[in-house]
């Protein structure tokens, strides 16, 4: 009744507000919606391969009915209703309904087609058949809603008379703080207008987003305020004007509403096509996209935040369908028995010839028709569909059981659990959180949908099918019958995973935890001016970044030195401090791992060694240059004390690899002493044989020469 | 003494050096009045007896022989600090902060606004926060300006302010030129505040309030030099650092120890208003908070706050710039209601004068002169037939007969020769404009005054 009641109201206040605008022409025609009944994902799988998204029911009714009672109340006269999965259930359903009456003001027709793959497809369809003469509400079928568009409809009108049609769309939201229950976490936006215009010029989803980038060509149009919003549940409700379908048809990818947007942004200095946005306080918005949404849209529908669509309104007018009202939210219709000692706290809809039993406990739960539940059930947040039996001593908390399922003794639901349809089990069996149960084996669904798949895999499967057509026991019970779904057999990438389970993101309790604590002070802190690092610094940076690279890379020698000969020149290096700075960083390269014993260091030097003995060659040539670069290798080892073990092996593999010559070494070691420290290295055991058995061999070459 | 006034009037004027080259900012007149009188009034009127005024000692000698600023009936203690030493606004802070013993009201000398002070205080006082600053809708400046071409290049870089619903909460704070990336804000504001009003086209008065502990911090942290440059962009960022957030339990823990180890490892530490036990216990008590939508604590737990007061109405001019001291010298004088003509003036009756004029002491003006709209110095003498339409005269200037000025600023001591015609210019310190001149949208300075530039 009270439905009614505002619809006349608020139809009249649409017209005469219309009627101000001295908009004669578009007012003659009647406003036209076009209704998505199909989502184009597969999020609700396994429960929508029996019944399409838009019939399941919400509060008892079927989600498809809150939307057309919403566009019938807010004054469209003309529905287009594009079905494609389970069309024909859904056109049976709205035949039967009363928007098929004659009597019903607003006239429904009913598009079916197989082939719409996404929202695109059907605005294209939509464009196609010319079926919209001026601004339409384009809608999903699983919104609830209550939100007045009339006046969003009258801005709308009148930026497009004004702008000669530059405004193409006006995305309805509703206004909420972050952390709400209404809120969809992954339909977090974050939209950035320009307060005047409340035109939209950036739009982003910030799921898994820490940081909002704002590119800087959005600020320069010309106003002084922009507001950033991020307290906007997209209602998914938006008043398109024509030009949106035949922008769908000239942007053949397109595929949803988000491509849309994105792509219209973008273009928007080309095509100079805009959307604006109209925000409204009161009133309620919200697809259902997931189940945690149905959840919530469900209590607050109960709890009466959707008025006047609340379930004693009976607004689709289905006889039977009545139900009382009485205090704490407890809705009974007709038929309803309840046993001794049974306590509904709270937030409790029953539909019709349900029976049940003695000291149950049941709170927050919508239970349909001609369900049968037994003693002794705790049913907090269950949504129980129609003709389901329950027996006793069950437990369900935060689960949703779908028509004709059964769930024997002693069963426990534990959050988030999903029944889908025909399912049965137990007894005595406890589900953990999340489990999804359905008649439909898991594998099935690649067979049913996949075309591309091959005749012989198909053979394959179905053997394999047949094999695992026995219902687990353990799963599901004794009695049981079903499959357990897992979220990952749902689809093969990980990313998806997260957007593809069934229930959605759980909103996060506590909105510091996420972002805050991985977040460094660094950037915040003052800038103090870094003292400029000298160029010889930077060039021993650079070298040893080039030859990181270089061996990630397996770039050839050749290259680096020609990579470390530009570097030279960039950075005004002579040659003899290249020739230092390239032993040193060599030598060191190694440490860049931790605690290395000088064993573990001449392993991984020695294949170094060898592989970047070109680029030594290229630059130790002279004399001196041998000298150069033996005091770097010296420098070096003074440094690092603990490994001189090392420091022969790294020496002989040098003059194995000819990267020195003998004569240098042995001139080094009898002359390069400069410090006490120096001499002591001299002193150390290893280079001394090592410089015997030099002197020696020289020795013989030369015996050898005469 | 709630709050200690702090005056900036050191600087130079480096963005209209042809009025500065004799005269330094903070004693150019406007209204027959030095530009720094304007804020001293505004903190007397308040209430403040006491200022501390940070300046040139070549300001400090004329201020001591002025006689408006001998009208000011606060106690000025007067800080001279090195002329063309390079002190910014936070050194200046630094270098006097033995002084500063409460908290701090730091405004500019070349702020000249009717704002109501108490609006920024109070929000300081109200968030007990750390800081709170004035800032005001950009004023489009209508006046001619000499020697400028064309309309002002609207070229210049805009700051970008983030402020929350109320428009009270500073959010966000940064220059166009440092946004070449696109802005970028993190989301974990955006949850605290999630609906943030970006605004441009707004003027930073330079008029901060800010707690103690902010100079504190000052002095350890050498390597700010300005406030409005570094320090409170530094502050507005602080807000939703973790750090100074989550230090609050160290902070009740071991306040008593901390004092004594106050070195430079947690000076950061300082900044952050700490609450006093009371107000934290009345915070918890009681159910006010500062936003709503979530069910977290007032202000979301955080310990620095910074705060600012947009004017939407009212007059608030930086004089930086030659077009804002013109326009400054049309609207100042409609604040304070004063004789628009000095007692002490000389002044003909056969004289047309516009009462939107005003005529400073011992003046002469002679016969048949027509004076409107314009402002002329002490000491000035405007011989016969002589017009002045919408300029500036400062002090002891002398006009010859039969001038026609119009829409000029003419600086102190400049001689107009006979008959002359001036046209939107700007005549220079003691310069001689020739009999019979004609010059129009000039700027007329000395030889030695063009070589500095």
Known sequence: MASKGGKQSRSASGLSGRKGAGDQEEEDQPLQAVLVADSFNRRFFPVTKDQPRALLPLGNVAMIDYTLEFLTSTGVQETFVFCCWMASKIKAHLQKSKWCRPSSPNTVHIITSDLYRSLGDVLRDVDAKSLVRSDFVLVYGDVVSNIDISQALQEHRHRRKMDKNISVMTMIFKESSPGHRSRCEEDDVIVAVDSKSQQILHYQKTQGLKKLQFPMNIFHSGSDEFEIRHDLLDSHISICSPQVAELFTDNFDYQTRDDFVRGLLVNEEILGNQIHVHVTKDGYGVRVSNLLMYDSVSSDLVRRWVYPLTPEANFTDQEGHSCTYSRHNVYRASGVSLGHGSQMEENVLIGCDTSIGANCYISNSVIGDNCIIGDNVVLDHAYIWNHVHIASNVEIIQSVICDKAEVKQGVTLKKQCVLAYDVVIGPNISLPEGTVVSMHHPEEEEEDDDEFLSDDAEVGQRSDKTKQKVFNPAEVGAEGKGYIWKASSLDDTEEEELSQCLWGLVLNPDPESDSEDSETDGPDDPVIPSPEMDDVKVFHMEVLGTLQRGLEENISCDNLVLEINSLKYAYNISLKEVMQILTRVVLEYPFQQQHLTPSQYVALLLPLLKKWAPVFKNYVKRAQDHLDCLSAFEEHFLEQESHWAAMVKVLMNMYELEILEEEMILRWFSQGATGDKSRQLRKNQGLQKFIQWLEEAEESSEEDGE | ?453
């Open chain 2, 1 to 453: 003494m709630e709050l200690q006034a702090v005056l900036m009037a050191a600087g130079g004027g480096s963005r209209m050096t042809d009025l500065t080259y004799n005269t330094p900012k903070a004693m150019l007149p406007v209204g027959n009045k030095p530009l720094m009188w304007y804020p001293l009034n505004l903190l007397e009127k308040v209430g403040f007896e006491e200022v501390i005024v940070i300046t040139t000692k070549e300001v400090q000698k004329m201020m001591s022989t002025d006689l408006k600023i001998k009208d000011v009936k606060m106690k000025l203690d007067v800080v001279s600090i090195q002329e063309d030493g390079d002190m910014g606004t936070a050194d200046a802070l630094r270098h006097i902060q033995p002084k500063i013993k409460t908290d701090i009201l730091v405004l500019s000398c070349d702020l000249i606004t009717d704002v109501a002070l108490h609006e920024v205080v109070d929000l300081f006082r109200a968030h007990n926060a750390t800081m709170a600053m004035l800032m005001s809708k950009a004023h489009e400046f209508t006046e001619t300006v000499p020697g400028q071409k064309g309309k002002k290049k609207t070229a210049e870089q805009r700051d970008f302010v983030g402020v929350d619903q109320s428009g009270k909460r500073l959010l966000f704070m940064a220059n166009e030129a440092d946004l070449e990336d696109g802005l970028s804000i993190r989301k974990s504001i955006m949850r605290k505040h999630p609906r943030m009003l970006i605004k441009t086209g707004l003027v930073d008065a330079h008029l901060y309030c800010l707690k103690k502990a902010v100079v504190d911090f000052l002095t350890e942290n050498k390597s700010i030099s300005s406030i409005r440059g570094e320090l409170v962009p530094y502050l507005v960022r602080k807000q939703f650092s973790k750090t100074v957030n989550s230090q609050k339990l160290k902070d009740d823990t071991d306040d008593q120890t901390q004092e004594k180890n106050d070195g430079p490892a947690n000076h950061e530490l300082l900044i952050s208003s700490r609450d006093e036990p009371l107000l934290q216990l009345a915070q918890e008590r009681s159910c006010w908070n500062d936003h709503r939508g979530d069910m977290s604590e007032a202000y979301h737990g955080g310990k620095l706050r910074c705060y600012v007061h947009i004017m939407d109405q009212g007059l608030c001019c930086r004089v930086n710039t030659l077009a804002a001291y013109i326009e400054v010298n049309r609207l100042a004088p409609k604040l304070f209601e004063e004789p628009s003509v000095h007692p002490s003036a000389d002044i003909s009756e056969r004289c047309q004068m516009g009462s939107d004029s005003i005529i400073g002491a011992l003046c002469h003006i002679a016969d048949k002169t027509s004076i409107k709209r314009s402002t002329i110095g002490n000491s000035t003498t405007v011989k016969e037939k002589v017009k002045v339409t919408n300029s500036i005269i400062m002090h002891g200037v002398t006009i010859e007969e039969g001038c026609n000025i119009q829409g000029s600023v003419i600086c102190s001591n400049a001689v107009i020769g006979r008959g002359a015609d001036l046209k939107y210019c700007l005549v220079g310190n003691g310069q001689h404009i020739e009999p019979e001149a004609e010059r129009t949208n000039e700027i007329i300075v000395g030889t030695d005054q063009l070589m500095e530039i």
